[in-house]
């Protein structure tokens, strides 16, 4: 294996292809790697930190602006389905403009739809926006992976992206903390508002300290129509997984546009073996370890984005906590994953990602099963055990399926490896809102009707029934001012345990998923191309 050759853009003068091992080390802020891993970490955590604190403002938005369960899905959604669709597309702009540019352009974007957000009036103008908060996103995340790289050597690529990966996981899991403060406290607004102010920060930090490293083989031209077809492709897909749940699993709309989907998946292939200069080289899925790194990441985010989805609910509806207490609760899941990911790289740069990644997905596995045993009268203590159990297990797949994937492409195409990574991640995240919710939905649907019967509760018309499910699906009771304090506690009773048994059956599923993955896990291996980092060669 040979080193790739980069080409420093940082002047117009300076353009003679440089070695990673050769270039004398950076002695000021411009291209100094830790401030560089400093720079993006702000950037990736604004993107990281929207996945999930809106979570625990979902509650307040669909109260303050009359959303429906379907209209609090689309929150989400929405935001992961741009991600999803313009990943890899993004991480081929900054293999072929420069990370850096599409970094600052990215965060600058993202901040404005996020201040956008926090002005809108409507659920369609808030759906909207968090569209536009993808796209941007979307810019960021691979530009960050690409510089990353880019600007540790080998040695210290897996230490920083321990670093990285730590950022993600911590804002991950600390977004119902901070958005739990922020939506008791100052409104849901707030909890967009705060990326202002976070952008800024992120696009002045760029601007001083980042540099612009290419490969001296980056692509010249542009595959429009792969990106076509793969865009396409990918909106089918995702698409189909966010309507499943409304039009039926087996309805004919829910297979048109997956069969829609595979065909521009093939079309995309076939594409990508004649264009000079593919979107992705297919030669790229040759590495079994890349391709395990994918899938894992996309199994990784259906066990625990399409999980807490459920557990913000839970905590807030069933067992009646404020935002603020709810946030604190999840405390030992962000407190495991900060703790564990820069120990994590430690330990995967030691003996390799196999090990860590499986026993990762076997404790996450664990800690979904324990949550599946939560009742109405769960304890916090044993509610902790599963969050922390979760996070640490969480932790070393959040490094090591990043560092597989980037670490075993060619150094060109960082960009196109960090998009696979995140749209992985982001695909894994619809398709598990999308598969557990239906799984919740049919749970609660099933069972509610017999529940309500067993308790002796006034009959209720198919209509009414309709809508009691509704709001049994978050966990809520359907319950009236003017209903008798008796039959309110009734009433109560059946709503959180029929939402309980639907919430159960979802981390059983989630449980399962993560048990695949550990096999999954134990086909990846270091990366093969991890020489061809530190082309900064910046002071360490």
Known sequence: MTSQTTIDKTGPEDKTPVSPLDQAPSTGLRGHPWFTLITVAVGVMMVALDGTIVAIANPAIQKDLGASFADVQWITNGYFLALAVTLITAGKLGDRFGHRQTFLIGVVGFAAASGAIGLSNSIALVVTFRVFQGLFGALLMPAALGLLRATFPAEKLNMAIGIWGMVIGASTAGGPILGGLLVQHVSWQSVFFINVPVGVIALVLGVLILTDHRAENAPRSFDVLGIALLSGAMFCLVWALIKAPTWGWGDALTWSFLGASLLGFVLFALWEKRVKEPLIPLALFRSVPLSAGVVLMVLMAIAFLGGLFFVTFY???????????????????????????????????KVGPRIPLAGGMALTAISMFGMSRLETDTSSLVMSLSFAGLGLGLAPVMVGATEVIVGNAPMELSGVAGGLQQAAMQIGGSLGTAVLGAVMASKVDGDLAGNWTDAKLPPLTPAQLDQASEAVRVGAAPVTEDTPAAIAAQITDVAHNTFISGMSLACLVASGVAVVAVFVALLTKRGENAEAAGAGGGHI
């Not at 604190?328 to 899941?333: D, T």
């Not at 994953?337 to 994590?344: Q, R």
């Open 315 to 349: 905590l807030q509806n069933v067992h009646g906590m404020s935002p603020v207490d709810a946030g604190l609760h999840l405390l030992p899941l962000t407190g495991m994953m900060i703790v564990g990911s820069p120990l994590a790289g430690a330990l995967i740069t």
